[in-house]
Structures are given as C-alpha cells and as structure tokens.
C-alpha cells in the first residue's frame, strides 16, 4: 500500500465509489442513498426508501508511516457498526495477512458492501 499524507486522496476517491454503490443499490434493491454530515466519518450515506435507517460509513484509520486505510460499514439505528470492508486508497477491498500485510481481495468493495446491506435488510 502506498503512503498518503492526508485524506485528500481518500475524499476524492470516495465520490466515484459512493456513486457506484448508490447506482448498484437502486437497481438491485430500489434504495437511494443521500449524503449525511457526520464528524467522524470521511463520507457517510443514509439509505432512504426503507422502514429502518441504516448509514454507510467512510473512516480512515491511520498505520504505521504515515499510511491511511479506510473502513467501510453500515451503521444501523441501534449505532451498530456493521463492517463491510477494509480499503486501500484505491478503494481495493483488503484484508491483513499474518504478517501484517494488507493484501488485495478478489471481490470488489461495492460487492462487498451489497452483500452486508442485504444481510442486515433481511
């Protein structure tokens, strides 16, 4: 992974990503996302057409280096945090290996956050 400076890079990416999500999330469950404020969150999105509220979340948590990795969840009305995913700050879906290694997944982030979604909607 490389090293960042600042979340610049991870806002900037974030826009393209939540886009995707939110265009596979209508057409696969007919659910809008709409952009929230929340201070602890890069970027966060609430679900709209739904009995229940649920949030997708952006957090950057800062390694070693100076190096940034962010996490995705959906928080839920009870303020459980669901986690999706972990990403690189090319929004690559990774996971750490034993020896601390963060390591590209084969399933992409937006699939991966659709999977937790319906698992909670459920």
Sequence with gaps: METIASSDHFMSASKSFFADVAALLFRKEGVRLA?????QSVACYQTKGLKKKYWLRLVLIPLANG?????LSWLDVRGVDHVCCYVNERFDCVTRESNDVWV???KSAEKVC???FDNLNE
């Design 35 to 39: 952009n929230v404020s929340a201070p």
């Design 114 to 116: 659709l999977q937790s």
């Design 104 to 106: 590209k997944q084969a």
């Design 67 to 71: 190096r940034l990795l962010g996490r």
